[in-house]
Every structure is written in structure tokens, then in C-alpha cells.
């Protein structure tokens, strides 16, 4: 009862019009970034998180995390249609979503990743209501030797979703190894293969090396076949799915859902993780893998949910535990930070000024709110706190 009574009460505080208005102004902030190859849900909260310190800290949280749901459904757009991810979690959304597209079923494709999205929020957001603290507990189980047969898993579900020749594909994977292994190492500081070059010491970006392999060459083939071209002439139409649609899909969002949302509590999963081990499932236990990467509607339904529900899953070990699952939850969990409120195992039953914003600034600071000098304001801290990071910055005296 205590968590439906929260799940009421945080509906109390979401449903006013300014927290309304961020909702809807993060998704779509985020729908656009996601559609922007290149830019992707770090560099959206990066550059709009200032914008966020003259919010309350409700409305701050709002807005980044609609931004960061918002840019896991918008990268499949361009996936669907140009073969271009937006974001590295829609890579696998082009294997069957474009396909999907050439065959005049652009609008199945982007309808049912727009309600496998939906679906897999819905049901991620609902278990972290109700069970966030049980997870909590069993996440933090998870140490080097768990990662380690989690990365595993990953790599052999690579070498199973390969179509070609087995051994150009294991070369391939040992050709991310060695890209991936540019950088400081993270154990001893050292730098490895850097040649002395200041701009590789922080290592490939994951997201730069995706548009290069997808987006380039899908430039460069549609610069040869430009006049056989028809997908931009041709108009989206059956937006909605069909009954066999529906048929072949509500089975990978459910597994989708459920398999991104643990994989999101992983420290490393994340919603990149989630989409190749969900379209690596549906692959491998699908009644028809040959049609996979042929325009299988499973190969869209399933990622696109894995990627949403990772991204509730990864808010979990933010907020129980302060630990950050991937870059974009630490942008989060910095967030918190600047607004006052510090995320912990006693977030939720002392830290409750993000459920209750209307109270006054006495009862919080005798609850553990986010003031902790008499005298001073929520504000005051919250300035304080940005002026202590700009001085630290070297951007003040």
C-alpha cells in the first residue's frame, strides 16, 4: 500500500501544467536529438542541463529524463527510413526496419516502434514503482566477475546475429576490441595506442564509429542509386498495425521490455547492450530466423522496447543507490546533485522533495530535504552550489 500511495501522490505532483509543459517539451527536445544522427541523449542533457538550475528540482528531472526517453524512440526514425541510426541503441532497429521500408511498410515499422516504446516505458516505469528497492538490492550483487560473463554474452550474441562469413564476422569483433582498447586505461592511467595524441587519450566514440559504418555508406550507396530511389516519393501510410502485426509483435515488446529493463540495471548494459541481446533472442527463437534482416517486424518491436525499458531500469541504481549505470544516468545523478538532492539508499523515505515540492522550507529541513544551513533558501542553495562548480571550473574568482 505505502507504494501505491507514493505512485498517487507522485501523479499529484507530475500533473500540474508546468511539469506538463517540461514532459512535453523533453520528449520533444529528445525525439529530435534522437533523429539527429550524431548527437545522441549525452550531448542533448549536456547542453540543456544548465537550463534546468532556474526549474524546481521536479521540473528539472522531468525534462531531462523525458529528453533521455524521447531520443531511445526518436533514433529508430532514421533508422526506419534512411538506415541512418540516430543513436547507437537503433542500430539494430535498421536490419529489419529498414527493409521493413523498402517493402512499402515504412508506417508498421515506425508504428509499432512508437508503441513498442510506449509499451516497454509504460511497463518499466510500473515495476521500478513497486519493486525499485528489491532491485536495488539485487544490482549491487553484481561485480566484476557478473560483468564479465555479461560481456560475454554479448560478444556471443554478436557472432550469432551474423548473417555472412563466420570468421569476417570474428574479425570484426576483434577490430572493435582493438578500437575499443584506444584510450587511458581505466585501471593503471596509462594510454594505449594514442601515438601521443591528445584527442585520442578519451578513446573512439562509440557513436561516432556507428554513423561512420551506417551512415556514410548508406550516403555513398544512395549517391549511386539516386534515381532508383523511392522511398522519399512514396507517402507513409498504416500507421497503425495490423491485426498480424499486432500477432508477430506483442510477444518480442513483452520479452523486450523485460530483458532492457534488467540489462538497464547492469552497470555497462544500458539501452546499446539491450537491443542487440533482445533482436539476438527473437533471432534465436523464432519459428522463421530466416527472415530476419529481411524485414521481420520481431527485429523492430523487440530492440526499440529493450532500449526503452533499459532506460527505467538504469534510473533505479541512480536513485536507490547513487551509482550510475551509464554516462547519461551520471548526467542524471549530477543533476540531483546540483538541485540539492542527494540519491542514496535513504533517498526515498528521507529525501522526499522530489514527491513533495509543496512543503515548507522548515518541514524540509527537519525531513532531510535539500536545505541544510537555517537561514537559506532552497534557491540560495541551489545557487551556491552552481557557483561553487563554476569556480571550480576556473569560470569565476
Excluded at 45 to 53: C, E, Y
Excluded at 122 to 133: H, S
Excluded at 188 to 214: K, M, P
Excluded at 281 to 286: F, L, P
Aim: net charge positive; hydrophobic share 50%.
Amino acid at each position: 500500500m505505502e507504494a501505491v500511495r507514493g505512485l498517487f501522490t507522485g501523479f499529484g505532483v507530475i500533473l500540474t501544467l508546468d511539469n506538463l509543459l517540461f514532459c512535453f517539451l523533453g520528449s520533444l527536445i529528445g525525439t529530435l536529438v534522437g533523429v539527429l544522427p550524431g548527437v545522441g541523449p549525452l550531448a542533448a542533457l549536456a547542453l540543456l542541463l544548465p537550463i534546468t538550475f532556474t526549474m524546481t528540482p521536479v521540473g528539472g528531472m522531468v525534462m531531462l529524463a523525458s529528453i533521455f526517453y524521447g531520443a531511445m524512440y526518436g533514433g529508430s526514425t532514421t533508422s526506419i527510413l534512411l538506415n541512418i541510426p540516430g543513436e547507437a541503441a537503433s542500430v539494430v532497429t535498421c536490419l529489419d526496419g529498414h527493409q521493413m521500408a523498402k517493402q512499402g511498410r515504412a508506417g508498421a515499422a515506425l508504428g509499432i516502434a512508437a508503441i513498442g516504446s510506449f509499451v516497454a516505458g509504460t511497463l518499466g516505469v510500473i515495476v521500478m514503482t513497486f519493486f525499485a528497492p528489491t532491485i536495488a538490492t539485487v544490482a549491487i550483487r553484481f561485480g566484476p566477475p557478473e560483468n564479465f560473463a555479461l560481456m560475454v554474452l554479448g560478444i556471443v550474441c554478436t557472432l550469432f546475429m551474423i548473417t555472412g562469413s563466420p570468421v569476417k564476422g570474428a574479425l570484426m569483433v576483434a577490430l572493435g576490441f582493438l578500437t575499443a582498447a584506444v584510450g587511458i586505461d581505466v585501471v593503471n592511467g596509462r594510454e594505449r595506442f594514442t601515438f601521443g595524441s591528445v584527442d585520442l587519450s578519451a578513446g573512439i566514440e562509440l557513436l561516432a564509429v556507428v554513423i561512420g559504418l551506417f551512415g556514410v555508406t548508406e550516403v555513398l550507396n544512395n549517391v549511386e542509386r539516386v534515381v532508383k530511389s523511392t522511398l522519399v516519393a512514396e507517402r507513409i501510410r498504416g500507421l497503425w498495425p495490423t491485426l498480424a502485426d499486432w500477432r508477430a509483435s506483442w510477444r518480442p515488446m513483452l520479452r523486450g521490455s523485460g530483458l532492457g529493463f534488467l540489462l538497464g540495471l547492469v552497470p555497462g548494459g544500458g539501452p546499446v547492450t539491450a537491443s542487440f541481446m533482445s533482436y539476438a533472442v527473437e533471432k534465436r527463437i523464432s519459428a522463421h530466423p530466416d527472415g530476419f534482416g529481411k524485414g521481420a517486424i520481431e527485429g523492430v518491436a523487440g530492440p526499440e522496447s529493450a532500449n526503452n525499458a533499459a532506460v527505467a531500469g538504469s534510473i533505479i541504481p541512480v536513485l536507490s543507490l547513487g551509482i550510475p549505470s551509464n554516462a547519461v544516468t551520471a548526467l542524471l545523478l549530477g543533476a540531483l546533485v546540483i538541485h540539492g538532492v542527494q540519491p542514496g539508499p535513504l533517498f526515498i523515505t528521507q529525501r522526499d522533495l522530489l514527491a513533495r515540492p509543496t512543503k515548507t522550507y522548515k518541514n524540509q529541513r527537519n525531513s532531510g530535504g535539500q536545505a541544510d544551513r537555517p537561514g537559506m533558501s532552497p534557491r540560495r542553495v541551489r545557487k551556491e552550489a552552481r557557483t561553487r562548480i563554476l569556480r571550480a571550473w576556473g569560470r569565476l574568482p
